[in-house]
DNA sequence: GTTGCGCGGCC
DNA sequence: AGGGCCGCGCAACG
């Protein structure tokens, strides 16, 4: 029964309904792409939101169990002792779970000592004193005990969480033939197996009603014991204590002292953002506009919290406006900046103080008035900055004094969250809402902000962040990375001249040779399938052709290049070949097209280097990305042969650091043998077979350097044994003795290894040797595959991240030299351990000098930096 | 049209 | 079961 004028109370008990949607979810189709399990939280979700859309609470809280230790296992050690411990991979869901609720506004109840049903019990019972329904919902059998006119059970059926039977007191007496209130004693007597409560031998629930109808009480019935005949009857009287026991430990605690009554437990608004960006965590999709229908909320309406201060009203102004506003405020240590961008060009400029506000539209007197101050040192702070200082540059302003980048600033704070907007920032480090025009709507009813009000949020944001950047990361930014964001602006302003001829004679090649590929291909299956198709390829292969499987991927099994190669191994097939071949041409082609359509009027393809783009520090390239040419084998060296020098200028020039990340390996672990690799000038890979194969160098066979090869390189990745066979293609036995025989020589490199994760997982992150960090949560996560992919990108984000940081610094360096020096060579790109430099004429000299010495001065470590330069007229005659 | 996946290019 | 990226085509989804 209830009462619709009552307000309605649902407790539920998350512990025990999670870990029965763990149960009853395949654990393979609930994981994140980086192997989080999320079956539990889904299935408790699920659950969950079909509950709360069918019941319409209007109060409501989750409880869970602290640990498994409670006054019950103190008063009898026993208890649920014959639980198995609990899946590590459930347990990490439990806080995931909570986070989702905690973003739902939902309660979340937890108290050390007691049980999640007991916390459920007192609020059960406070509830009905303060008049509310209640409905319990809960996994335990305990929980029947709690029914009465005023609560309700709903527990789940066997068939999974998402069946709930109800239990009224009425219910309870149709299953069990007694009211609520008797079932602790049913229990008592037959025992509870999941506690591990042994009951009266022989007596199930059958004889337990008949006994307590015939005694009235459980009392009455232990005081008379000697009244039941038979073997039941000696039983019983010999478990008299234990029945006892039993009863008063599965007679739930109604008054555990709470933080919250149920009177604080009123439902609240979702917190729409903080829903939207756990859901994406966790990558469920949808379960969003479920909760949304549930709980109630739009999820476009994430609540925007009241600005801590008022934005000042932007003023518009002219350029003689914008001359006095500067006048105005010439004390002023610091100003946000933005520079709208309309087709590549300044569009509109907002200047604001926290005070104070002023906005033009750009002009080129607009553009002389601020070109001064633009052009001085006064500190400004932008949000993506490198965008509006090519706009300027294009408007033939230099901008200077750029003091900070929110979207830098934020990135090195938590490189792997995707604040890609001064919206994102606002909302993040703010806790406010940054005014949005609704892009749905023909007249917004929403006006966005302007570009003096994104000046003032952006020197908002400068504050917040700085108050949390730890010393190094500040230094990170205003020593690497600002200075940095110039240079790729200069050279995204450049771009690399590109040969439309030489691709497009290359492509129609390509493009004849994959046909022909395709029609032979066809011919030895008896059919014309989509090669490009994988779904299409493992018909042909395992089921067609019936090759055996391969590698399990998440929609089947693999066809990559690796699983193809092993195949043709095991049983040769004419159109496994043929298939590698076609789709080498057809990615050349892919590439070739792509970087033709991306050659500009001018003949140069300008990519955009996109300065957070890796959580390591690298930067990344779109648009096209340039930092993935084809240069493996001859013939894809044909694409970087398009790559020209351009007109006016002389040459190309290359310059890479060679093995930059085994020398900052042998400096951070100050392996003695690594170190005297580096300074005696033997190649590094014949130095080090040498020592691990136990030859003279000179001895060194191709074989004997592929290995150690390989084994450096995987070192840095954190490269397994199995991962070593794989590659080499030799026994996991041979791997593994190679892998022994290595660290006997260079075992400090190992010891390095260990104890950077090690310290990584007290400290939370890593850190580079310019101070650069990076957060690693998940090394202490009790899912082994999360722990340890993240032990193995720990152990390679400080040598990626420094060297990343030393090619940074040169390369800012170098461009500055090159001006200083007033050299009209320009570096064009960076390909993570090699720049492409456009030399002027009559230059070669000076800038090779130049951009070697800052490269190779750039970082002074215990081993030297070693940098090779190449020359020609196109990058793959300019390569070595 | 968007999204996830498999695959493969680079360092 | 090897770290960091970007982008293509296919297939499924809306």
Known sequence: MTDSAKPTLLIVDGHSLAYRAFFALPVDNFSTKDGQHTNGIYGFLSMFVNLVKAEQPTHLAVAFDTSRHSFRTDQY??????????????????????????????????????????????????????????????????????????????????????????????????????????????????????????????????????????????????????????????????????????????????????????????????????????????????????????MGGDPADAAPAEPAVAAPAPVEADAAGLTAWLAAHTAHPEFGVTVTVEGGLPARVGLATLESAVEATWSPDVADALRPWLESDTPKVFTDAKTQVKALRRADVVLSGLACDTLLAGWLLRPSLPDKNLADLVYRFLDEKLPEADPTQLVPETEGATPAQLAWYTLRVTAALRDELPASVASVLTDIELPTLGTLAAMELAGVAVSHEKLSSFSTELGTRADGIAQEAYA???????????????????????????????????????????????????????????????????????????????????????????????????????????????????????????????????????????????????????????????????????????????????????????????????????????QLRIEQAEAKQLMMEYFARFGAVRDYLRSSVEQARIDGYTETIFGRRRPFPDLTSPNRVLRENAERAALNAPIQGSAADIMKIALFRIHDELASADLASRVLLQIHDELVVEVAPGEWDAVAEIVSARMGDAAELTVPLDVQLGRGDNWDDAGH
């Open 77 to 294: 050690p026993e208890y649920k002792a014959n639980r198995s411990e609990s899946p590590a991979e459930f347990k990490g869901q439990i806080p995931l779970l909570q986070d989702c609720l905690a973003a739902m506004n939902v309660t979340v109840l937890t108290k050390e000592g007691v049980e999640a049903d007991d916390i459920l019990a007192t609020l059960a019972t406070q509830g009905v004193e303060q008049g509310f329904n209640v409905l319990v919902c809960s996994g335990d059998r305990d929980t029947i005990q709690l029914v009465t006119d005023d609560v309700t059970l709903l527990y789940p059926s066997v068939q999974g969480v998402s069946q709930l039977k109800r239990y009224t007191p009425d219910a309870v007496v149709e299953k069990y033939g007694l009211p609520p209130a008797n079932y602790p004693d049913i229990a008592a007597l037959v025992g509870e197996t999941s506690d591990n409560l042994p009951g009266v031998p022989k007596v199930g629930e059958k004889t337990a009603v008949k006994w307590l109808t015939q005694f009235g009480s459980l009392d009455e019935l232990l005081t008379r014991a000697d009244e039941i005949k038979g073997v039941v009857g000696g039983n019983l009287r010999e478990h008299l204590d234990t029945v006892r026991r039993n009863r008063s430990l599965n007679a739930l605690l109604r008054d555990v002292e709470l933080d919250a009554a149920p009177a604080d437990l009123g439902t609240q608004p979702i917190d729409a953002v903080a829903v939207r960006d756990i859901f994406a965590r966790l990558e469920f999709r949808t379960l969003l506009p479920r909760v949304f229908e549930a």
């Open 524 to 726: 030895t299956i008896g059919r014309e399938v989509n090669l490009g198709s994988p779904k299409q390829l493992q018909e042909v292969l395992f089921e067609q052709l019936e090759l055996p499987k391969t590698r399990k991927t998440k929609t089947g099994y693999s066809t990559d290049a690796g699983a193809l190669a092993d195949l043709q191994e095991s049983h040769p097939h004419p159109f496994l070949d043929l298939l590698l071949q076609h789709r080498e041409a057809t990615k050349l082609r892919q590439i070739i097209e792509s970087l033709d359509t991306a050659i500009g009027g001018d003949g140069r393809i300008r990519t955009t280097y996109v300065q957070t783009g890796s959580q390591t520090g690298r930067l990344s390239s779109t648009d096209p990305n340039l930092q993935n040419i084809p240069i493996r084998n001859e013939e894809s060296r044909r694409i970087r042969a398009a790559f020209e020098v351009g007109a006016g200028y002389e040459t190309l020039l290359t310059a890479d650091y060679s093995q930059i990340e085994m020398r900052i390996m042998a400096h951070l672990s100050g392996d003695e043998g690594l170190i005297e690799a580096f300074n005696s000038g033997e190649d590094l890979h014949r130095f080090v077979g040498a020592r691990v194969f136990g030859v003279e160098p000179s001895d060194v066979t191709p074989a004997m350097r592929t290995k150690v090869k390989a084994m450096s390189y995987g070192l840095v990745y954190g490269l397994s044994a199995f991962g070593l066979s794989k």
